[in-house]
C-alpha cells in the first residue's frame, strides 16, 4: 500500500522546475517558495493513503470475518445469495457495506469495535503525540498564522518541533476518518515549512535576514497550502489573502500566484503520472450543462440557500465557541478532563463513531463515505430525487449510499447536514491537529443539494417557461451551497473560485456569487468568522476588524481611549527612576522624554534595554572595581591606622552579610529581585555590596549613550478616530503607539485598548472609554474650536516654558519688546 | 435603432436592487457602488451602439452605392452574380464586404472616401471635444485613478467636466473602429460616477465626508468599471487591484466583489431580457473539449506562447512610449502639432483606415471584423489551417474573413498580429480618451491562435500518444495568448481570471496560468508596466514599484537619499521668517521645530495656513486699524500744530504713492508680491502703509494660536532602509517625512527624492544619492556601532543643552554633584 507513493516521491525530488530555478538566480526567494510544494504534496498525498489505509484496514477486516460468517452460517447463506450476486462488479466498499446489511443480525458487536477502535486509537494517539511534542500544533493554525502576520510574535508557532508533531498528528487525524478538514492545517504546514526553510536560508546570509521578507514569505505560504488542498491556485491564494490579512502586499500577488500554480500543476501532474489520469483537469471534474447552466427563475432559490447558509455559518462558528466555553466554564467536567487530557478525544471519537456506524444510525447518513466521496456524489448532475433508472447509478456507484430502501434521499441528506454539522463543531474541539473548511465544505454541499433536489422536485421539468426543458441540476445548488456555507463559516467570498477551480466549471458563475456574498452579509453581521473566534478562545493578541456599517468608529477617537498615566523616563533621571519605572506597567518599550515639564517625546527605549542598563550599573564589574577601589583606600587608611593587620577579604564577607540582612533602605530593590529579569546579577551571585553604594549607584544620573533608542516611535493625536487608529495599526503592525499633542506626550494606547474599544467592554480599568459621550459630540467646527483651543494652551505653555528658557539668551528680546509696546 | 435601448434604460432605473437596499438602511455605502452601475452599462451599450451604428452607416452607404453601381454597370453583373447569389443568408457585413471584392475595379475611390471618412471625422470631434471640455480626459485614465489611490490629489481629474468629456469622447473614439481599447476609460468613468456620487453623498453629512472613504469607494469603482466591460466580476476586481493598487485593504474586498457582481449580473440580464439570450452565459461563450482539456505535451508549447508574449509586452510598452517620445523630442513635428492639435490624431486615423480599408490592404488582415467579432473568430474551437470542410464554416460566419483566397490562414494571423501590433501603439498616442487592454488582449488572441494552428499544422492527430485521438484545439491557444500577452502588457497575472469569465470554461486554466506568469515574469523584468509608463510618460507624481530581486533597497538607508536643509520654522520665529520661508522650498508643508538650537520637530504647518497668518497679519483690517490709530494719534497731534488744516484722507494718498515705490527695504518682499497667492491682500487692494508698518508687523513674533498644527508628522531615522521606506510612504500615501535622530529634524525625504533613488538617477542637486557607497557599507555591527556613536553624540549635545537649560531650577543639581564627588 505505501509503496504506491514512492514513485511520486523519487518524482518529486528530481523536480526539474527546482534545477531550472536554481540556474536562475534571481528566483531564489521564488525556489523557496518552490521547496514548499513537495512538502505539502507529500502530506497531501500521505494523508489521502492514510484515510484509504483505514478503509483498507476495515474492509479487511470485514472480508476476513465476512469469510468466517461464511463458513459458520452456511445456513443463512441461502438468504443472502441473492443479494451477494449482485455486486459482482461494484468496488470493494459496497460490498463491505451489502455484506454489512447481511450480517447485521449475527456480528454486529465486532464489526462496531472495529469500526470504533481504529479511529479512537488514532485520534488518542494523535492527541497525546501532539500534546506531548508541541502543544502549539493543536487545532488549525490559521489563527496563529493570522497574528504572526500581524506582527505579533509567537516563537513557539514556528519551531521544527511544531512541524514534526502537525505532520504526524494531522496525518492520524485525517486517518481516523472523524468530519476534520485539513486546510487550515495545510496552511500552518506551508508556513512551517517557509519559516524553517527561510532559517536554514538565513544561515547563508542575504536577504532571508529581513523580517519583514519572512512575513511576506509566510504569506505566500499560505496561499500554497491552500491551494494544495484543492489544487485550486487562485482560489488558493485569494481565500488565504481573505483569511490571513489585513492589507495585502499587491507586490506578492504575483510570488503568491507563482507558488501556488506550482503547487497545484505538481499535485495534478502526479496523478497523470500515477496513470489515474490521462491529463490534468480538475479535482472533481463535474459535468453540468454549458449552454443554459441555470435559469433566471431560480435565482431567488440560490439567494435562499445563500441567506440560510449565512445563518448556518454563523450558528456553525456559535456552536462551536459554546462548546469550547461550555467545557472550560463548567468546573467539574474542567477538572475532570485536566487530569485525563487523552479521555476528552477518545470519548468524542467514541461517540461520534458509534453514530456514524454504518450498520447503525450512519445508513441514514451515508456515513461510510469519505469527504471526497461525498463532495463526489454530492455533485453529481443526476437527479436523486426522481427514483430515477438503476442504471444511472450504476456509473456513480458511491451515490448508491445516499438511497436507504426505507428511507427516501430528502430523509437522508437532512440527517447528513444536521448530524455532521454538530459533530464538526464538536470534533473541531479536539485537541488534535484538524481544521474545518473541508467537513463545513461537504455540509454546504449537502444541504445545497437538498435545496436542489427539493426543486427538481416541486418543478420536475424545469422552470423554463418557453418550450425547451431544461431540468434543474441539484448539482449545481450542492456546488453553490458548499461555496456559501464555507464562505458564511471563514467570512471569505473566494470560496466562490475554490469550487470554480475543484469542479472545472466556472458557467454558473453568477449564482455562486451571488449566494456566496448574501451568505457573507448574514455571516458576517452576525458572528466573527471561524478564524476570529479561534482567536479570541485562545486569547492571542490581535486586532478585531472593524465591521462594516459602523460609523460611530468615526466618532471616537484616541483620547478617549488612551491611557493617560503613560511610563516614561526622561533624559536626566536616575537609575533609581528606570528602577522604578520597570516594576510598573506592561508594555515593551518605555517613553523616552526631554524632560518631565516639557513632556517632549524624543524617543521609546525597550524594556530590555533599560535592564542592561541597570544591569550594567549594579552589576559584577562595577561593584568589583568599587570594592577594589575602596579596598586600596582603606588598605592606604589602615596602612596608617594599623598597617598590615587585615586585606580586603574579611571585610567582603562582611559585606555579603549586610547586604543578606534586609534593610528598611532596600525596599525599592526588594520587588524587583522577585522579577528575575529587572536585575539579574544582585540574586544570581550575591555580590558584596554596600547599602550606601547601591543608593550612590541608583542616585547617578543615566548614562544613555550605549542604549538602542527608537528615535521614531508612531505618534498619533488626540483626535486621531477610532477608524484611522485601526487602519494605522494594522497597516504598521504596532504594538501601542504614543499620542502626542505639538510634540507633548500626553498618552498611549495599546493593541489591548484598541481591542476593548472595538469589542465594546467599555469599564476596563484604567481605561476611560465613553464612545456614549462620543457619539454625541459634534464633530463639527465647535469640535475643531475646542481643539484648536487645546492647542492653543499647548502652544501657550511651550511658549511660557521657551521663554523661560530663552531668558538667559538675548537675541529675540527685542521682539517681544516690540509686541509689548 | 437608438430606440432599441430605450427599454433597458427604463429597466435599470426600476432597478429593484437598489430598492432592495435602500431599505436596509445599514447598506449606504453599496448603495452608492451599486448606483454607479447603470453609469457604466449605459456607456458599455452606447459604446457598442456607436460602434454598430457606424458599421451600419458604412454598411447603408455601400448598399445605397451598390444599387447605383447595379443601374450604371448591368454589363458588369453577369460577371458579379453567381458571386452575389452565394450569400442570401449571409449577415449583412459579408454582403458589404462581398460586394466590395465585386466592385474592386469600378468605384473603389468611392468607397475608400467613406472607409476613410467617418473615422477621421469621429476622432477628430473627439479630440476635439475634450481638448475644449476637459484635457485631463484624455487617454486611459488608469494612470491617474492609481495616482489618486496612491493618495496625491489630482483635482482635475474627477470633476463633472472630465466626465462628460470622457464619457462623449469615448463614444466617439470608439464608434470609429480605431484599435482602441474601453477597458481603463471605463475605469476612469466609473471612479468619475463614484466621485460625483459622493459629492452628492456628503450633501446629506455623514461618513462621505471622510477622505479615506471615499478614496475606498474609488478603489472599488475601478473593479466595477473592468468587471462591466467583460461581465467578469472576479477578474475585474482582481485586476483592478493589480493594477491600481499597491497595498490593498482586504476590508473592501467585499464590498469589490459585491459591486463587480451586480454590474456583471446587471449588465448580463439586460441580454436576457432583450432577448439576445435565453440564459445568463459568458460574455463568448466557448466550447473546447472539457474531458480532455490539454495534453502534458502541449505545456512547453504554451510555456513558450508565455515567453514570447512577455517579450511582445514588454515591446508594446516600448513602442508606445518611444512614439511618444519621438513627437515630443523632434521640435519640427512638435511645433508644427502644437499649431494644429487636431492634426496628429486626425494623420493618425487616416493612415490607420487607409491601411485596414478591406478592398485593400485590409482583405489580408480581417480588417472588417470589429474587436469582438475578430475575438469571437479567434476563440472558435475549429480548426482553420486544416482547409476544412465548407459546412463548418456556416456556422460563424465571421470566421470566413480570416480565410483568403490567394493567402492562407497563418499569413493573415501574422499580418494581423503585426499590423496591429504598431497601429494600436500609435492610436495610443492619440489625445482622445482610449485604452490599450481590448486591442491588446485581441492581438494576444490572434498570436495564440497562429501559434496553436502552427500546432495543429504540426501535429494533426494531437500530440497524445496512446490510442486515442484529441485534436490540438488552436482556440485554447488563443485563449492563452490574449491572456498572456494582456498581462505582460498589464504585470497582471488576473487577466486569467478575465479568460476564464469571458469564455465560461476554467478546465484549461493550467496552461493560462502558466504561460501568464511566465509573460509576467519575462516583461516585468524588461519593461515597466503600461500604466507606469504612462505616468512616467505624464510625469504625474507617483512612487515606482520597488522590482524584486534588487537587494540593493534593503542597503540604501534615508540618510543616503535626505534633503538636509529643511525648511522650518520655530516657535518663537517672527512673520519675517514665516515670509522668507514661503519663498523657498518647494513641499505642502512645513516643520515646526522648537528652536533652531535643539532642532526638536513639534509637528508640521500647511503652507496655506501660514499664507494665511501673514496675510492676517499685514493684511486690511490690521493695515485700517494701524491708519486710524495713526490718524487719531496725528490728528491730536496736529490739533496742537495746526488746528482743523487737513484730515487723513490726503495723507493716505500719500502713504500710497509711498507704498508702490520701490524701496530697498522692501526686497524681501518683492517676490512675495511676484506670487500671487503668497499674501493676496497688499496686491489686490493697495493699500495705504508705511514702510515702517510693515516692517514693524514682520518683526513681530508669531502667534500660532489659530493654526492648525499637524502635530504628528511620520518620522523616519537616517538608518531606515530604502525598502521599508517605500513600504511606509506606499502604506500610508505620504507626500514627504521627515528624518528625525532623538527629536532632532535631521533631514526630509519627499517622494520626488524616493523617487529618484528608485529609479537610480543618482545626480540630484541638492540630494545626497551614494547607492555604490551605501552597497558596499557593511550593515553588521561597526554600522550600528558608528550608529550607536551617532545618537550618544545626539544625546550628549541635549544633555548639555539640558543642562544650560536647567541652570536656573535647581532639583537635579544635587545629582549632578554626587556625579562629580
Known amino acids: 500500500m505505501y509503496g504506491r507513493y514512492t514513485q511520486e516521491l523519487v518524482l518529486l525530488s528530481l523536480n526539474p522546475f527546482c534545477v531550472f530555478f536554481q540556474m536562475y538566480g534571481r528566483y531564489t526567494q521564488e525556489l523557496v517558495l518552490l521547496s514548499l510544494n513537495p512538502f505539502c504534496m507529500f502530506f497531501q498525498m500521505y494523508g489521502r493513503y492514510t484515510q484509504e489505509l483505514g478503509a483498507y484496514a476495515k474492509e479487511e477486516a470485514a472480508r476476513l470475518r465476512e469469510e468466517g460468517v461464511r463458513r459458520r452460517s452456511?445456513?443463512?447463506?441461502?438468504?443472502?445469495?441473492?443479494?451477494?450476486?449482485?455486486?459482482?462488479?461494484?468496488?470493494?466498499?459496497?460490498?463491505?457495506?451489502?455484506?454489512?446489511?447481511?450480517?447485521?443480525?449475527?456480528?454486529?458487536?465486532?464489526?462496531?469495535?472495529?469500526?470504533?477502535?481504529?479511529?479512537?486509537?488514532?485520534?488518542?494517539?494523535?492527541?497525546?503525540?501532539?500534546?506531548?511534542?508541541?502543544?502549539?500544533?493543536?487545532g488549525s493554525g490559521i489563527p496563529e498564522i493570522k497574528t504572526i502576520l500581524r506582527?505579533?510574535?509567537?516563537?513557539?508557532?514556528l519551531t521544527f518541533k511544531t512541524f514534526v508533531a502537525k505532520v504526524i498528528g494531522l496525518t492520524c487525524a485525517l486517518g481516523s476518518g472523524m468530519p476534520l478538514g485539513k486546510e487550515s492545517p495545510f496552511v500552518?504546514?506551508?508556513?512551517?515549512?517557509?519559516?524553517?526553510?527561510?532559517?536554514?536560508?538565513?544561515?547563508?546570509?542575504?536577504?532571508?535576514?529581513?523580517?519583514?521578507?519572512?512575513?511576506?514569505?509566510?504569506?505566500?505560504?499560505?496561499?500554497?497550502?491552500?491551494?494544495c488542498v484543492f489544487a485550486a491556485p487562485i482560489g488558493g491564494l485569494l481565500f488565504s489573502i481573505e483569511a490571513m490579512s489585513t492589507f495585502f502586499t499587491v507586490r506578492n500577488y504575483w510570488r503568491g500566484f507563482f507558488a501556488a500554480t506550482v503547487t497545484a500543476f505538481m499535485y495534478r501532474v502526479l496523478a497523470v503520472w500515477n496513470r489515474d489520469e490521462v491529463t490534468i483537469t480538475a479535482l472533481l471534474p463535474t459535468n453540468f450543462r454549458q449552454d443554459f447552466p441555470f435559469d433566471l427563475q431560480e435565482l431567488p432559490a440560490f439567494a435562499v440557500l445563500g441567506i440560510a447558509s449565512g445563518l448556518g455559518g454563523a450558528l456553525f462558528v456559535c456552536l462551536n465557541r459554546q462548546i469550547v466555553q461550555l467545557i472550560r466554564n463548567q468546573k467539574t467536567i474542567k477538572k475532570f478532563l485536566m487530569k485525563k487530557r487523552l479521555l476528552y478525544p477518545a470519548l468524542v471519537t467514541l461517540l461520534v463513531s458509534t453514530i456514524t456506524f454504518p450498520p447503525g444510525f450512519g445508513q441514514f447518513m451515508a456515513a461510510?463515505?469519505?469527504?471526497?466521496?461525498?463532495?463526489?456524489?454530492?455533485?453529481?448532475?443526476?437527479?436523486?430525487?426522481?427514483?430515477?433508472?438503476?442504471?444511472?447509478?450504476?456509473?456513480?456507484?458511491?451515490?448508491?449510499?445516499?438511497?436507504?430502501?426505507?428511507?427516501?434521499?430528502?430523509?437522508?441528506?437532512?440527517?447528513?447536514?444536521?448530524?455532521?454539522?454538530?459533530?464538526?463543531?464538536?470534533?473541531?474541539?479536539?485537541?488534535?491537529?484538524?481544521?474545518?473548511f473541508?467537513?463545513?465544505?461537504?455540509?454546504?454541499?449537502?444541504?445545497?443539494?437538498?435545496?436542489?433536489?427539493?426543486?427538481?422536485?416541486?418543478?420536475?421539468?424545469?422552470?423554463?417557461?418557453?418550450?425547451?426543458?431544461y431540468p434543474i441540476e441539484p448539482g449545481v445548488y450542492a456546488a453553490v451551497g458548499a461555496a456559501a456555507l464555507s464562505g458564511a463559516v471563514t467570512h471569505t467570498v473566494s470560496t466562490a473560485v475554490v469550487v470554480f477551480e475543484l469542479t472545472g466549471q466556472i458557467s454558473h458563475i453568477l449564482p455562486v456569487m451571488i449566494a456566496v456574498i448574501l451568505a457573507n452579509a448574514v455571516a458576517q453581521s452576525l458572528q466573527p468568522s471561524l478564524y476570529d473566534s479561534l482567536i479570541m478562545i485562545k486569547k492571542l493578541p490581535y486586532l478585531p476588524e472593524l465591521g462594516w456599517g459602523h460609523h460611530e468608529y468615526y466618532n471616537i477617537r484616541v483620547e478617549d481611549i488612551m491611557i493617560r498615566d503613560v511610563m516614561y523616563i526622561t533624559l536626566n533621571c536616575c537609575?533609581?527612576?528606570?528602577?522604578?519605572?520597570l516594576l510598573t506597567g506592561h508594555l515593551k518599550t518605555l517613553a523616552l522624554l526631554e524632560s518631565s515639564e516639557s513632556?517632549?517625546?524624543?524617543g521609546s527605549i525597550e524594556r530590555a534595554q533599560i535592564q542592561a542598563l541597570l544591569s550594567l550599573q549594579l552589576g559584577r564589574p562595577r561593584r568589583l572595581k568599587y570594592l577594589r577601589d575602596r579596598a586600596t583606600a582603606e588598605k592606604r587608611l589602615s596602612v596608617v591606622s594599623?598597617?598590615?593587620?587585615?586585606?580586603?577579604?574579611?571585610?567582603?564577607?562582611?559585606?555579603?552579610?549586610?547586604?543578606?540582612?534586609?534593610?528598611?533602605?532596600?525596599?525599592?530593590?526588594?520587588?524587583?529581585?522577585?522579577?528575575?529579569?529587572?536585575?539579574?546579577?544582585?540574586?544570581?551571585?550575591?555580590?558584596?555590596?554596600?547599602?550606601?553604594?547601591?543608593?550612590?549607584?541608583?542616585?547617578?544620573?543615566?548614562?544613555?549613550?550605549?542604549?538602542?533608542?527608537?528615535?521614531?516611535?508612531?505618534?498619533?493625536?488626540?483626535n486621531t478616530s477610532l477608524h484611522k487608529t485601526h487602519t494605522i495599526f494594522s497597516l504598521l503592525g504596532l504594538d501601542h503607539a504614543y499620542v502626542t499633542s505639538i510634540g507633548r506626550l500626553i498618552g498611549v494606547v495599546s493593541l489591548k485598548e484598541l481591542q476593548k474599544a472595538i469589542e465594546g467592554s467599555v469599564a476596563v480599568k484604567g481605561v476611560n472609554v465613553r464612545p456614549p459621550l462620543a457619539s454625541f459630540r459634534d464633530s463639527g467646527t465647535s469640535g475643531t474650536i475646542m481643539n484648536n483651543e487645546n492647542k492653543a494652551r499647548d502652544l501657550h505653555k511651550l511658549w511660557n516654558r521657551r521663554k523661560l528658557m530663552s531668558l538667559p539668551q538675548e537675541h529675540r528680546a527685542s521682539d517681544s519688546d516690540e509686541k509689548s509696546k
Chains 1, 2 share one sequence.
Not at 81 to 95: F, I, M, S, T, Y
Not at 151 to 157: D, P, S, T
Open 438 to 469: 473541508m467537513p463545513v465544505f461537504v455540509i454546504g454541499a449537502a444541504f445545497g443539494r437538498l435545496v436542489g433536489e427539493s426543486m427538481a422536485a416541486w418543478f420536475p421539468d424545469g422552470v423554463h417557461s418557453d418550450g425547451t426543458i
Open 74 to 138: 452456511v445456513t443463512e447463506r441461502s438468504r443472502s445469495l441473492e443479494l451477494l450476486e449482485n455486486d459482482k462488479g461494484c468496488c470493494a466498499k459496497c460490498r463491505t457495506q451489502k455484506w454489512m446489511y447481511v450480517n447485521l443480525e449475527s456480528n454486529v458487536f465486532l464489526q462496531y469495535l472495529a469500526w470504533v477502535t481504529y479511529p479512537v486509537v488514532l485520534i488518542t494517539f494523535s492527541a497525546g503525540f501532539t500534546q506531548l511534542l508541541a502543544p502549539q500544533a493543536v
Open 642 to 718: 594599623h598597617p598590615g593587620s587585615e586585606d580586603g577579604s574579611t571585610m567582603v564577607n562582611q559585606e555579603t552579610s549586610l547586604s543578606s540582612t534586609p534593610t528598611p533602605s532596600m525596599k525599592p530593590l526588594k520587588p524587583a529581585l522577585k522579577r528575575p529579569s529587572v536585575v539579574d546579577c544582585p540574586t544570581e551571585i550575591p555580590m558584596p555590596t554596600s547599602k550606601k553604594w547601591e543608593e550612590n549607584q541608583l542616585d547617578e544620573q543615566v548614562n544613555f549613550d550605549n542604549c538602542m533608542i527608537d528615535p521614531a516611535p508612531i505618534q498619533l493625536v488626540e
Open 599 to 602: 513632556m517632549i517625546l524624543l
Open 188 to 227: 500552518h504546514i506551508a508556513s512551517l515549512g517557509a519559516a524553517l526553510l527561510c532559517k536554514f536560508m538565513s544561515l547563508f546570509g542575504g536577504i532571508y535576514e529581513n523580517e519583514s521578507r519572512n512575513i511576506e514569505l509566510l504569506s505566500v505560504a499560505c496561499a500554497v497550502g491552500v491551494s
Open 151 to 157: 506582527g505579533v510574535v509567537l516563537k513557539e508557532c
Open 575 to 581: 537609575y533609581r527612576d528606570l528602577h522604578d519605572v
Open 368 to 436: 461510510k463515505l469519505t469527504q471526497m466521496e461525498s463532495l463526489e456524489t454530492l455533485l453529481d448532475n443526476q437527479t436523486w430525487s426522481k427514483q430515477g433508472i438503476p442504471e444511472e447509478f450504476d456509473s456513480n456507484s458511491h451515490s448508491q449510499a445516499w438511497k436507504h430502501p426505507q428511507v427516501n434521499v430528502f430523509v437522508t441528506l437532512t440527517l447528513f447536514v444536521v448530524m455532521k454539522f454538530w459533530m464538526s463543531a464538536l470534533a473541531m474541539t479536539m485537541p488534535v491537529p484538524c481544521g474545518a
